[in-house]
């Protein structure tokens, strides 16, 4: 069955790196579109970066452009999200989320890692 | 960006009853829409793609509907484990992906 497992999350001070990685299992990882998505306490959902099956094409929120990186290695099913010059306001929980294969909704999400940046 | 506004921010419903959840887009989506049901700790959950058709394993008592800017999520007969989160997405024109601020579902 499809699983997907984030790790990487913890306690950073503001203007520090993180690095989250997600394994995936029971599909086809280099046959489906990935993103990561992420949820400040209490609060929605924000999506925050997407790459391609192949990982010919990015997009990123506003919100993160220029400090995030997103990347995969279908060798080895994982995702990953760099982030770095981290803000207070980037304190939430992040899942790696799935697309649906051809289309822009998302069908499986992690359990999602905690990332706090806090001084 | 395409805004996706949800109503009412929370709705009270007694088990048994019916729930209707609102979903409003700044502009048409056409029917590229999702919806998706968290619970406290967990994930979300897709429940409803394309506005109207049900996931994979969902419940018939969960139905969507609608097209362009208004769509409405309607759980028929709560159950007590319908008591939830529900958050739109909106697929039609992005990047960026967008959600609405979420409608919790709480017990009257």
């Known amino acids: 069955h499809v699983q997907l497992v984030e790790s990487g999350g913890g306690l950073v001070k503001p203007g520090g790196s993180l690095r989250l990685s997600c394994a995936a299992s029971?599909?086809?990882?280099?046959?489906?579109?990935m993103s990561w998505i992420r949820q400040a306490p209490g609060k929605g959902l924000e999506w925050v970066s997407y790459?391609?099956?192949?990982?010919?094409?990015?997009y990123y929120a506003d919100s993160v452009k220029g400090r995030f990186t997103i990347s995969r290695d279908n060798a080895k099913n994982s995702l990953y999200l760099q982030m770095n010059s981290l803000r207070a306001e980037d304190t939430a929980v992040y899942y790696c989320?799935?697309?649906?294969?051809?289309?822009?909704?998302?069908?499986?999400w992690g359990q999602g890692t905690l990332v706090t940046v806090s001084s | 960006e395409i805004v996706m506004t949800q109503s009412p921010a929370t709705l009270s419903v007694s088990p048994g009853e019916r729930a209707t959840l609102s979903c409003r887009a700044s502009?048409?989506?056409?029917?590229?829409l999702a919806w998706y049901q968290q619970k406290p700790g967990q994930a979300p959950r897709l429940l409803i793609y394309?506005?109207?058709t049900r996931a994979t394993g969902i419940p018939a008592r969960f139905s969507g509907s609608g097209s362009g800017t208004e769509f409405t999520l309607t759980i028929s007969s709560l159950q007590s484990e319908d008591f939830a989160v529900y958050y739109c997405?909106?697929?039609?024109?992005?990047?960026?992906?967008?959600f609405g601020g979420g409608t919790k579902v709480e017990i009257k």
């Open positions: 989320a799935r697309l649906v294969n051809g289309d822009y909704y998302f069908d499986y």
């Open positions: 029971g599909f086809t990882f280099s046959d489906y579109y």
């Open positions: 790459i391609s099956s192949s990982g010919s094409t990015i």
């Open positions: 502009q048409s989506v056409s029917s590229n």
């Open positions: 394309g506005a109207s």
């Open positions: 997405q909106q697929y039609n024109d992005w990047p960026p992906l967008t």
